[in-house]
């Protein structure tokens, strides 16, 4: 595509629901990144994939957080049993390749109450 | 991991000045790049400038890899400049700083 999409742009739902974020990459970019972005912070790295494998999981915050690629493209991040602390902006991003210029998706805010 | 500096964090300019900011790297980076955030939140990039001076406009980006800073300029600044200008260096993801939160007045 054109540009990063991320969906849905906004998610609300009850502590202890599970939500599936989705990413579709630009066309072609093999390098897929997830960030999180708390009120007002910085961008905090979750994920990172190369292709369908992700050699880097460092950040994810615990065994809640999972995420996939299928395909080489599209990315799903699921939270399983969501806590308020969940509450942030889920940020996507691509590269051609590892080290490229990277693009960022619009978001997902997602909300916990 | 890599630790990111970014000065100043706040910033206030009358619309038509001039301001630099800085983005200061713990250890050597291969990968570096500004990005500015919108009051509406969309992230765009704005240089991949792991080494040497770019211009786009009215700004431009000196990455010093060997002294492990980066600058970026801006100039003769408008309303629209404002929101919060990132950098993230790496070797392979991206480590951000807290940002510059900018605000042009008219």
């Known amino acids: 595509g054109a540009g990063v999409s991320q969906s849905p742009s906004n998610k609300v739902t009850e502590k202890g629901k599970d939500v599936e974020l989705r990413c579709d990459p630009i066309s072609g970019h093999t390098a897929l990144y997830w960030y999180r972005q708390s009120l007002g912070q910085g961008l905090e790295f979750l994920i990172y994939f190369q292709g369908n494998s992700a050699p880097d999981k460092s950040g994810l915050p615990s065994d809640r957080f999972s995420a996939e690629r299928t395909g080489g493209s599209v990315s799903t991040l699921t939270i399983q049993r969501t806590q308020q602390e969940d509450s942030a902006v889920y940020l996507c991003?691509?590269?051609?390749?590892?080290?490229?210029?990277?693009?960022f998706g619009s978001g997902t805010q997602l909300s916990v109450l | 991991g890599i630790q990111v500096e970014q000065s100043p964090p706040d910033l206030i300019l009358q619309e038509g000045a001039n301001s630099t900011l800085r983005c200061n790297f713990s250890?050597?980076?291969?990968?570096l790049q500004w990005f500015h955030q919108n009051p509406w939140g969309q992230l765009i990039n704005l240089f991949y400038i792991p080494s040497g001076t770019k211009q786009n406009g009215r700004l431009s980006a000196t990455t010093v890899a060997t002294e492990r800073y980066s600058l970026l300029y801006i100039s003769s600044s408008q309303t629209t400049d404002s929101g919060v200008y990132f950098c993230?260096?790496?070797?392979?993801?991206?480590?951000f700083g807290k940002g510059t939160l900018l605000t042009v007045n008219p």
């Open positions: 991003a691509s590269s051609s390749t590892v080290n490229e210029k990277l693009f």
């Open positions: 993230g260096g790496s070797n392979y993801k991206l480590t």
């Open positions: 250890d050597s980076v291969n990968n």
